[in-house]
């Protein structure tokens, strides 16, 4: 198991050539926020904007259209009920489906019909327990699934007294695409390389913390590419951040972590 460093961050994080625009640093679509949990799904959309993403688009219920413009008017929104959810879907370099998705099945499965093997897909928060429980078709994607240790126990099996890094191996191999198994100390699993995240605290045990991770996986693979360093990158970065802010703050916030993104990342790009 290789321990992540700062080193990973300055790797992937490089600075933007200026001949380019605002495609050039890929289109991210959010499919998430039921009318209970719209926070995570505009969470999931600040932290894929403040990371970099070049579009972000938010497939989301429409009583969160109007909250999430006023929060986030960078963002665009398609009610995720409608037939052009399929067309965002498309469209995408990178699909992160979950943040707040609740039990809707059926646009679970349509987003993963329609997912292509060019694409990223990032399975999150309730699609994660969705999938464990309905095991719908997976595309052939580049999956990478952002379990907590429950939604873990769901996928996997393995309770949670008993996931330990071997235990954890062996289950990811079974999954196509990375796992990032995240806990106190987040591993991650890709094919048979695994990596742990020695950063990041108890100031992160707040809702909307792996909604903000999500979004900042999603962002990292959509600009810096489909390669697990980026997912690594955004990991440690997300616990990075964090523990600068918990020196002063008892709790770090899913919006105080987002705001110290572009700082954060301008800060590692010239490293
Ligand atoms: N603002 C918003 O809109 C927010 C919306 N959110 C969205 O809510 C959806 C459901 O996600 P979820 O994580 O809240 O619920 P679920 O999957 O049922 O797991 C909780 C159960 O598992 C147990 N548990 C044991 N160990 C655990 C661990 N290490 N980490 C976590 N839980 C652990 C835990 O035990 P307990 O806390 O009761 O002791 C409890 O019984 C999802 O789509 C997410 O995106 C959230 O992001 C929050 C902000
Ligand atoms: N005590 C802790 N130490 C380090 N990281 C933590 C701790 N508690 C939570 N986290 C991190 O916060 C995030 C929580 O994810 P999750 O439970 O999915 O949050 P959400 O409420 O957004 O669904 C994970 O990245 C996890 O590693
Ligand atoms: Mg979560």
Redesign the pocket.
């Known amino acids: 198991m290789q321990i992540l460093s700062e080193a990973i961050v300055d790797q992937v994080i490089q600075p933007r050539q200026q001949a380019t625009h605002k495609g050039d640093f890929g289109r991210v679509l959010i499919v998430?926020g039921n009318a209970h949990?719209?926070?995570?799904a505009i969470?999931a959309a600040s932290a894929a904007v403040y990371a970099g993403a070049g579009l972000v688009t938010v497939a989301t219920d429409s009583h969160n259209h109007a909250p999430l413009h006023a929060r986030l008017p960078e963002a665009m929104v398609i009610d995720s009920q409608r037939s052009d959810l399929i067309d965002a879907v498309h469209q995408a370099t990178v699909v992160v489906i979950?943040?707040?998705?609740?039990d809707d099945e059926v646009t679970l499965e349509r987003v993963l019909s329609a997912v292509t093997a060019q694409q990223t897909l990032v399975i999150d928060?309730?699609a994660i327990?969705l999938y464990a429980a309905n095991q719908p078709a997976l595309p052939q994607a580049h999956i990478i699934w952002t379990p907590?240790?429950?939604?873990w126990q769901r996928l996997s099996g393995i309770a949670?007294a008993d996931q330990t890094p071997e235990t954890s191996a062996i289950a990811a191999a079974k999954l196509p695409g990375i796992v990032v198994a995240k806990?106190h100390r987040t591993t991650i699993f890709a094919g048979t390389d695994s990596y742990q995240n020695p950063v990041g605290s108890a100031a992160l045990a707040t809702?909307?913390s792996?909604?903000t991770l999500a979004g900042i996986i999603g962002a990292f693979n959509a600009q810096f590419g489909a390669h697990v360093t980026s997912t690594l990158a955004a990991v440690y970065a997300h616990s990075d951040i964090s523990d600068q802010l918990a020196k002063t703050q008892f709790v770090t916030l899913p919006t105080a972590i987002i705001a110290q993104l572009p700082q954060y990342m301008a800060i590692h790009a010239n490293k």
């Open positions: 998430g949990f719209g926070g995570a969470i979950g943040p707040g998705l609740g928060g309730s327990t907590h240790q429950m939604e949670i806990s809702g909307g792996g909604d």
